[in-house]
C-alpha cells in the first residue's frame, strides 16, 4: 500500500494507491503527518484512491484518521476502486470517477482457523464488520432494495456512471490512464469485461502531475516535490526578483540623474556646448566611466574680451585728428573734460594761439 498525506494548494491531498494492507507498518507516519498538517491550520482534505481494497479494519482506520481533518472530505478515483477501497470513498463528502473507471462493493470476505470459540468470535465480528459496511454503502445509495439485493448475490461491479446513478459517485469525468499493469490488477479483482488500455492520459490531475514533473526537473527541484511545494518555491523566487527589479529601477534612475549632473557641469564650465548634449548622455549611457574621463579631460573653451573702441579714446590723437570727428569730440568734452582740456591746451601752444 502506498499511503500519503502532503499539502496542496491549501488543503491536504491524500493519495492511496495498491492494496490495502500493512496499516501497522505506515500507521504512525501517516498519522503523524496527517496531525502535522491539521497543526498548519488545513482543515479541508482531497483523496485519491486507485486500489483493488484489501483489508476492511485497515480502511476503517484510514477513515478515522481522515476525519481528523475538521472541513470538507472530497475524493477522486483512479481506474479501479473496489472492495474496501469503496468504503472510504463514500465516507468523502463528494468523489468522483474517470468515465472508464469501475467501481466495486461486495460483502466482506475472510477467514478463521483455531478452536469453535475462536472461529464462532471471528465470524461474529465479520458478520457486525459487514452489517456495518452494509448499513454505510445503503445511507448513500439511490435505491436500497437494489443494492441490498446485490449485496447478497456477490461482487457488485459498476460503472463511473453506474456508480453515480447509484449514489456513491457524485461526477464522472474524463478518461483516467489504464496501463497493462493497471489493467492486470482489475482482472486480478475479479472483474471479467473488456478493459480499453489507454495510452494518453486525459484527467486533467494526470497531466498536471506531468506538468509538475517536468517543472521540478527543469528547475533542479527534488523529484517528491509537491505542487504546494513548488508553488511556495516559486512565491520565494518571485520576490526576490520583485527586490532585484526594484533595486535596479533605483540604480538606473541613480545613474541617469549622475549623467545628468555631469552634463550640466560641464555646459556651465563651456566643456561642451548644448548642442553636443545628447551624443554625450549616449556616451555617458553606454560606459559611464571612459566618457566621463573624456569629458573631465576637455579644458574649458576661454572666450577672448572683445574690446569695443571707446569713442572717448584719444590714445596717439591730437585736437586736429577730433576735429574731422566732431561726433568723438563732443563725447570727449562730455564724458571726459579733462581731456578735452589737455588736448585743447596742447593744440593751442602747437600753433601759437
Keep these: 500500500m502506498n499511503l500519503t498525506a502532503t499539502a496542496e494548494n491549501g488543503r491536504a491531498r491524500i493519495e492511496l494507491k495498491g492494496t490495502i494492507s500493512k496499516w501497522r507498518e505506515t500507521e504512525a507516519e501517516f498519522t503523524s503527518k496527517v496531525e502535522q498538517l ?22 476503517n482506520e484510514i477513515v478515522n484518521v481522515i476525519k481528523k481533518f475538521p472541513g470538507k472530505i472530497t475524493g477522486e478515483g483512479g481506474a479501479l476502486v473496489a472492495s474496501a477501497a469503496t468504503y472510504i470513498a463514500i465516507n468523502c463528502t463528494s468523489f468522483s470517477m474517470p468515465a472508464n473507471g469501475l467501481f466495486m462493493i461486495h460483502q466482506v470476505s475472510g477467514g478463521a482457523c483455531g478452536r469453535v470459540t475462536d ?15 452494509l448499513n454505510a454503502f445503503l445511507s448513500k445509495c439511490t435505491d436500497k432494495k437494489k443494492i441490498r439485493d446485490a449485496w447478497e448475490k456477490g461482487d457488485y461491479w459498476m460503472s463511473a456512471q453506474e456508480a453515480k446513478e447509484n449514489g456513491f459517485v457524485t461526477e464522472v469525468t474524463g478518461k483516467a490512464k489504464v496501463d497493462k499493469a493497471t489493467a492486470q490488477m482489475i482482472t486480478n479483482c475479479g472483474y471479467t469485461g473488456e478493459i480499453e488500455i ?21 528547475f533542479g527541484m527534488d523529484a517528491s516535490t509537491t505542487e504546494a511545494q513548488f508553488i ?9 526578483a520583485d527586490r532585484v527589479d526594484m533595486l535596479e529601477r533605483q540604480e538606473e534612475e541613480r545613474k541617469e ?16 556646448t548644448a548642442d553636443v548634449r545628447d551624443d554625450w548622455k549616449a ?17 574649458p573653451v576661454e572666450m577672448p574680451e572683445v574690446h569695443a573702441p571707446s569713442l572717448t579714446d584719444t590714445t596717439n590723437k591730437k585736437f586736429e585728428d577730433l576735429q574731422n570727428d566732431p561726433e568723438a569730440l563732443k563725447n570727449i568734452m562730455e564724458k571726459n573734460p579733462a581731456e578735452y582740456e589737455r588736448l585743447l591746451n596742447d593744440y593751442v601752444k602747437r600753433n601759437g594761439k
Design 119 to 133: 472461529i464462532e468470535s471471528t465470524l461474529e465480528v465479520m458478520r457486525k464488520l459487514n452489517e456495518h459496511y
Design 257 to 272: 540623474q549622475e549623467i545628468e549632473n555631469v552634463l550640466n557641469k560641464a555646459i556651465k564650465e563651456k566643456r561642451i
Design 198 to 218: 489507454t495510452d494518453s492520459i486525459n484527467n486533467e490531475k494526470s497531466k498536471n502531475d506531468m506538468d509538475l514533473t517536468m517543472l521540478t526537473t527543469r
Design 232 to 240: 511556495a518555491q516559486v512565491d520565494v523566487w518571485k520576490r526576490k
Design 283 to 299: 556616451n555617458l549611457t553606454s560606459n559611464f566611466d571612459t566618457a566621463k574621463k573624456l569629458l573631465d579631460a576637455i579644458k
Design 38 to 59: 491539521i497543526r498548519t491550520g488545513i482543515k479541508d482534505v482531497h483523496i485519491y484512491i486507485n486500489s483493488p481494497g484489501g483489508e476492511c479494519f485497515e480502511a
